[in-house]
């Protein structure tokens, strides 16, 4: 995420620059381009430019930052149900290896409760 607002923060240095950029030609009166009455009323002065393209660049850092919110919000429940299934399977596997020993002790004392003491002497 921090390419990203790296990225972001270019874009925004960038924009305002091709702004400031424009808001001088629109003042010269060199802007050959037709622009739609609602741009051409964002290039007034340069306050009200760097007022637009920083309130751009902080909503879209927020969206940034939402989104890592996000992501690390999914991947920390994702660790903990993973977590807490691991630790239920393994409590499972651990209870049916305990009872399988349980078993075989039981049928190995009852093969020597069975074994006669004739047996033994033979």
């Known amino acids: 995420m921090a390419q990203c607002r790296d990225l972001e923060n270019h874009h925004h240095e960038k924009l305002l620059e091709i702004s400031i950029n424009t808001l001088e030609k629109v003042v010269k009166g060199e802007l050959d381009e037709d622009l739609p009455d609602d741009v051409r009323a964002l290039f007034v002065d340069k306050d009200t430019i760097v007022n637009a393209v920083g309130t751009s660049h902080d909503i879209h850092l927020l ?56 047996d033994i002497l033979d």
């Open 63 to 118: 969206k940034i930052d939402n989104r890592e919110d996000e992501l690390v919000t999914r991947v920390n429940s994702w660790c903990t149900h993973l977590l807490d299934k691991i630790h239920q399977d393994e409590t499972m596997r651990n209870r049916k290896r305990v009872k399988e020993i349980n078993q075989f002790m039981d049928h190995l004392q009852n093969e020597l409760d069975n074994l006669d003491s004739g």
